[in-house]
Structures are given as C-alpha cells and as structure tokens.
C-alpha cells in the first residue's frame, strides 16, 4: 500500500479507525451510515438521499466493476439515480484496484475524484457496522494529511432544498400529467413514470402546485428530516382536500404523512440495503425491498381516514400508508429501485389505475 495514504476515520464516540485513501484527498465530516447491499454502487452514490453523509459498503469487494459512463435516456442518465455523487465520503472494506464491465468507462476511484469526494479502503467495515449497530448512525470524520475539520451534523439543515432542482423541468409527452415534487428525486422515478404513459412536470420541494392542472401528484425520495420541509408539507395539506391522486415514496411517504396529522421519529440507524422485508398490512403477502432513509412514521399517530400499507417485518416501522377512501398512497421503500430487486414496480401500475378511476386502488 505504499503508493496509498494513510487516513484516519474517527467516530464522535472517540472511535479511530485506520485505512488508505481513494479518490479526493480531502478531510471531510457527516453522518456515518452503512448499506448492506452487495450490488448497486453507482446508484447508491447518486441517490440524493445520501447528502451529507459518509456511506459504507459492508459488502467486502468493492470497484470491481467500475463506474458507467453518462449515456444518456428522457435526457436522464441512463446508469445513475441523478446528475452528481451526493455522499461526503465512502468507507469500504477491500479496494477492487482493476475493473472490468462491458459498460465500465473509468473506476472508482476517478469516479470520486471527478466530484471530490474522498474514499478510504482497508477498514473492518464488519467491526464498524457492528458499533453503528449498537450505539447508533453517529458522526464521522475522514481525516488526511492532518487536515482538520469541523464536526458537521447534517440533520441540523434542510438538506432538501440544497438537492431539489431550482426550476420547472418536463420529461416525457404522455397521456396523464402528473406532477412530481423533487425532493431529491432518483431519475429511476420519473423514467418508471414516463414508461407509463404520462408527462412528468419536476418542481422545486418548495414550489406551490395546488392551484395547477394536473392529473396526479407524486412525492419524491429525499435526504433529511422531514419535517424541514415545511412549505412542501404546507401544500400537500391542500392537496389533501382535493381527490386527485397522490402517491410518494420514502421522503414522500413522510411528508404525506406529517400533511395528513401525523408524526416522525429519527430511527437508531436507519434502514439503508437491498433486502429489507415488508408485509402489505392486513394479508400474509411480503415483499423484499431496497431502503434508504433515516425517519419514519409513527403508525399510532396516523388519523383514523389513513391506515398503513406496509409494514417492515424486522422491527414493524411504517413502509407506507394509504387513505381509506381517497385515492392516496405511499411507500417508505423505494418501488423504483435500480440496482435492487424489483418486487414492488406494481405500485407505479397501481398509481397509474388510480389516474385512470380517480378512486383508490383495492388491495387484496
């Protein structure tokens, strides 16, 4: 490892540990998170949901087949989930120092250095997760060449609005028009949206919809907590004593929420991988599903019009939620997951049957 630097990872609880350094060489702070996943990295680096945080991979092998090139599909990116890496820093395990796929156009490490983000290989990720596991998602730093910083806590802003698009934006000529808020959208959302027939208008998490011409209304993914969104919640309290339908995923799922009365809670550690199994409420019907997010809903607070959609079959928190009467539904897992299974694309079908009825869909 001579040609590599030596880093440090430092945990607020005092906690050190040493690695090599990949991409940027920068020193940088956030939240240390972990994703179990074994597949899916360069979607996982662009999922806006990770802003400000400090990804590790427990998955051992990482680099091995390299990073995509910026092909293009809608005007999207055809491998990625949006237009930069949104993560702080990438911790992993064992370093893939040659890569090879039939689409691969540069490796990793380029990859990191294109959007300075620094990464350090070499680490027990086992030992790490282990400590995150039992104390809880706490702050980290990379620390090279000595470089100090600052500890940052990302849950102190809104990081939202530092990743939602600032101005209108229209994918797709189809038949039904829906509305989509950017809150830190995976593009695999608006290309599932496309392929079913519809235009998608993008706004701004903040922008006020409630008095536009759309069929549908659908709420994006995004970083943080939610309740940092407050004008989006404001709008969507409007958009709730209308009936045209509305569907939202992970961020999306909590700000429906909050907007219909409920409440959110920090989880320890979040729910972050590619295997996370959930019951649709009600039947013996389990799904497995791709998460990334930090907050959830708390079900005892839900008002009596709404009752939960899904629930996670390893600690039973709220995967979703659906109106009793209104074409409203959401999911806390991620339906359009790209580099993840596929089990739960059906409720983008379910969004569009609820377009065409303008009731709810039944779930049996």
């Known amino acids: 490892m001579a040609n590599y630097k030596t880093v440090k990872l430092i945990l ?35 999922d806006p949901s990770y802003k400000g945080q400090i990804l590790t991979l427990t998955y051992p092998l990482i680099g091995n087949y390299g990073v995509p090139g910026k092909e293009e599909d809608f005007n999207l990116s ?9 993560i702080s820093g990438l911790i992993i395990s064992d370093y893939s120092f040659e890569y090879s796929h039939w689409n691969a156009k540069q490796s990793l490490s380029e990859w990191l250095q294109e959007y300075e983000v620094p990464g350090i290989f070499g680490i027990d990720t086992r030992a790490l997760t282990k400590i995150l596991r039992e104390k809880g998602t706490m702050l980290g730093k990379i620390i090279i060449d000595n470089q100090q910083v600052d500890w940052y806590d990302p849950a102190q802003e809104n990081l939202v609005a530092q990743v939602s698009i600032k101005e209108k934006k229209v994918f797709g ?15 695999n959302i608006i290309r599932h949206l496309i392929q079913r027939d519809t235009t998608v208008t993008l706004v701004p998490w903040d ?7 759309y069929d549908g209304l659908f709420i994006s993914n995004g970083p943080g907590d939610p309740v940092k969104c407050d004008k989006t ?10 009936k045209r339908p509305i569907m939202g995923i992970c961020l999306g799922n909590q700000l429906l929420a909050l907007a219909a009365g409920a409440k959110s809670y920090k989880l320890k550690y979040g729910h972050r991988s ?11 019907k389990s799904f497995i599903t791709s998460q990334n997010h930090g907050y959830a ?4 607070t839900l008002p009596d019009d709404w009752e939960p959609l899904f629930i996670n079959l390893n600690d039973n928190t709220n995967e979703g939620m659906r109106h009793k009467s209104k074409p ?29 009825r303008k009731e709810p869909v039944p779930f049996a």
Do not use: W
């Not at 919640?233 to 209308?242: M, Q």
């Open 12 to 46: 607020e609880d005092g906690t050190e540990f040493q690695g090599y350094s990949f991409g940027a060489q920068k020193s940088i702070s956030g939240e240390v998170v972990f994703n179990t996943a074994m597949t899916g990295y360069p979607e996982s680096l662009t």
């Open 78 to 86: 055809r491998f990625f989930e949006s237009y930069a890496l949104h």
């Open 173 to 187: 000529t189809g038949k039904y028009k829906v509305t989509l808020i950017d809150c830190g959208a995976k593009y």
């Open 207 to 213: 922008y006020d919809f409630t008095n536009d011409d």
């Open 233 to 242: 919640v404001e709008h969507l309290s409007t958009a709730l004593k209308d």
């Open 274 to 284: 590619h295997n996370q199994p959930v019951l649709q409420n009600g039947t013996k």
């Open 297 to 300: 809903i708390d079900n005892e």
């Open 328 to 356: 409203f539904l959401s999911s806390q897992f991620h339906p359009e997951a790209s580099g993840g299974p596929t089990d739960t694309e059906f409720l983008f079908d379910d969004f569009i049957q609820m377009l065409e």
